[in-house]
């Protein structure tokens, strides 16, 4: 199955289901071999946990990703 295909298909996807999926694939990267300094670590553990609180203001993703496409 191509990339392609399989986007088409997590496109069909209710939103939950798309948010499961994005979590499934965010652990899967995690156990790879992914190295980061101590400073990431700390920056990702602030992140996560204003996520947790509440206190963190999001962007859509695709606003986000937008800004980079069109450059």
Request: glycine share 8%; net charge negative.
């Amino acid at each position: 199955m191509s990339i392609q295909a399989i986007k088409e298909e997590v496109f069909k996807l209710s939103k939950t289901e798309q948010a499961e999926l994005m979590h499934y694939m965010v652990e899967l990267l995690a156990t790879g071999d992914f190295d980061l300094s101590g400073e990431w670590k700390a920056e990702l553990d602030r992140r996560e946990e204003a996520l947790d609180k509440g206190t963190s203001i999001g962007r859509p993703a695709k606003d986000v990703i937008g800004k980079y496409i069109s450059h």
